[in-house]
């Protein structure tokens, strides 16, 4: 099993410019999430989805945009990129069935620069 | 809105000490406790799940134990060696699905 494969491993944008992060996983896992850390900061949640077209807004959604159209891939699109957007960027994986949830998978993260 | 707190923030210890991490959290109404790891540079790594309905989990020299009403978890490792030097995370699930992180605490555990 691949788990949880993020792409591209490094990116530099300049302001303005538009991306989009792939994050694919080969689990049948029906939740994914898309997740930013900044130095000492901890993960702060970007957006989920629960499953193939639904998704819902985290923690810190604004500047970005996904979409949930198979089980498989959930991409995370940035708009206008700005330096504020410099982190990594982390997709992960679950399979929750009601109270119960499998242990989270994550990718090996995105390493984004915006200058 | 759910907070979790990691203290310390960092850690330094001699190999061979055993060693508690501390995890707290606001809202108890949460349906499972994760801890993870991360190295330098990587990602996250699951270390152990705690459902709502246990009080604890254990995997080799490691045991985590969850306390929902006081809303705590410790993470207990037992002989630290120097390859447990890493960056260790909680976070909290509730009925929306959604973790909340902590900020983690970083281990140092010196030869």
């Known amino acids: 099993n691949a788990g949880v494969t993020q792409t591209p491993k490094f990116r530099i944008l300049k302001i303005g410019q538009s991306m989009t992060l792939q994050c694919t996983q080969d689990?049948?896992?029906?939740?994914m999430y898309w997740y930013r850390q900044d130095p000492g900061m901890g993960l702060k949640l970007i957006y989920y989805?629960?499953?193939?077209?639904?998704?819902d807004k985290g923690e810190v959604p604004n500047g970005y945009n996904v979409s949930r159209s198979t089980t498989e891939d959930f991409p995370l699109r940035l708009e206008l990129a700005a330096p504020s957007q410099t982190s990594v960027y982390f997709c992960?994986?679950?399979?929750?069935?009601?109270?119960?949830?499998?242990?989270?998978?994550f990718g090996n993260g995105t390493r984004l620069t915006v200058t | 809105k759910q907070e979790v707190t990691q203290i310390p923030a960092a850690l330094s210890v001699p190999e061979g000490e055993n060693l508690v991490l501390n995890c707290s959290f606001t809202?108890?109404?949460?349906?499972?406790l994760q801890w993870f790891r991360q190295d330098p540079g990587k990602g996250l790594t699951s270390l152990l799940l705690?459902?709502?309905?246990?009080r604890e989990q254990t995997s080799g020299r490691l045991n985590a134990s969850l306390d929902k009403s006081s809303g705590r978890s410790t993470l207990y490792i037992a002989a630290s060696q120097p390859g447990d030097s890493a960056t260790y995370l909680c976070?909290?699930?509730?009925?929306?699905?959604?973790?909340?992180f902590g900020q983690g605490t970083t281990l140092q555990v010196k030869p």
């Open positions: 689990m049948n896992h029906n939740y």
């Open positions: 809202d108890s109404a949460i349906y499972n």
């Open positions: 989805s629960v499953g193939a077209g639904i998704t």
């Open positions: 705690i459902q709502s309905s246990q």
């Open positions: 976070a909290v699930s509730g009925n929306t699905g959604k973790l909340i």
């Open positions: 992960a994986s679950s399979y929750i069935a009601g109270q119960l949830n499998s242990p989270l998978h």
